[in-house]
């Protein structure tokens, strides 16, 4: 089984995902705005005091109210001020008790697919600022990944999406590594904001992109050109079997 995991830093991947038809189930990096170095301290400590009333407080956002978890700390001069300031539980008021007990389902549920060995990429959207260092942000996806492969056993691979601002091309560049998808997005409009939030002006780049060849090597492997003829496959017998 494969599955596509949003690592975000805010919830653009998980919003591709579900345009693509690529998300199976909501985890707790899928709705709120974070970083790398934020997440890596999650896993280390197990999730401890994410909800933990102790370090939650109320912050804004050009738009709203948020609670944020103000724990953790940041190290590297190289994210968007949006995702500095805690981890941003956007979408979600876990001062109160059904929120609360969504999260934590999300959490359960991210240590079991953790658990389960399946073929998991994860996806992050490296946000646009001028401080960006993307040789830095792929050091620390490799921390997050071999951290992941001491705690639980099993390699796991990432995607990296970012944006380089170009008023006159839209193209993507694509690189990689054993572990690491790096898909350089040359674009005119920023990925911010109520109505670009989610990447909609290259949707089509998107698409583009997990429709690669190069990517779905990295995916599935180098036999990944026979997965159309396995599902088509699969669906006939299904349809023998009346199932």
């Known amino acids: 089984m494969t599955e596509f995991i949003s690592l975000g830093e805010n919830c653009l991947p998980d ?13 707790p990096f899928g709705g709120g705005r ?3 170095e934020y997440i890596i301290q999650l896993i280390e400590t197990d999730f401890e005091d994410l909800l933990n009333p102790d370090f939650l407080v109320w912050g804004q956002t050009v738009a709203k109210e948020v609670v944020r978890n103000n724990k953790y700390t940041y190290q590297n001069n190289i994210y968007s001020d949006t995702v500095t300031l805690g981890f941003e539980f956007t979408h979600h008021n876990v ?3 059904a929120p609360r007990r969504s999260f934590v389902r999300k959490i359960e549920r991210f240590k079991k697919t953790l658990e389960s060995g399946h073929n998991l990429v994860f996806f992050y959207n490296y946000r646009y600022a001028p401080n960006n260092d993307i040789e830095k942000l ?7 990944l071999d951290l992941l492969k001491k705690k639980y056993g099993y390699q796991y691979k990432c ?17 990689k590594t054993e572990d690491v ?16 939030w989610n990447g909609s002006p290259d949707r089509d780049l998107f698409r583009k992109l997990f429709e ?8 599935y492997g180098p036999f990944h050109f026979i997965r159309p003829w396995i599902k088509a496959i699969k669906s006939i017998a299904r349809k023998i079997l009346g199932k």
């Open 15 to 27: 919003d591709v995902l579900s345009y693509l038809g690529l998300k199976n189930e909501s985890y």
């Open 159 to 175: 995607l990296v999406i970012y944006q380089t601002l170009n008023e006159h091309n839209r193209e993507i560049r694509l690189s």
């Open 181 to 196: 998808f790096i898909a350089e997005f040359m674009t005119k409009y920023e990925w911010e904001g109520d109505e670009y």
């Open 212 to 219: 690669s060849a190069s990517f779905n090597q990295f995916v």
């Open 138 to 144: 792929v050091e620390l996806i490799r921390q997050f």
């Open 95 to 97: 001062f109160e008790e």
């Open 34 to 36: 974070f970083n790398i």
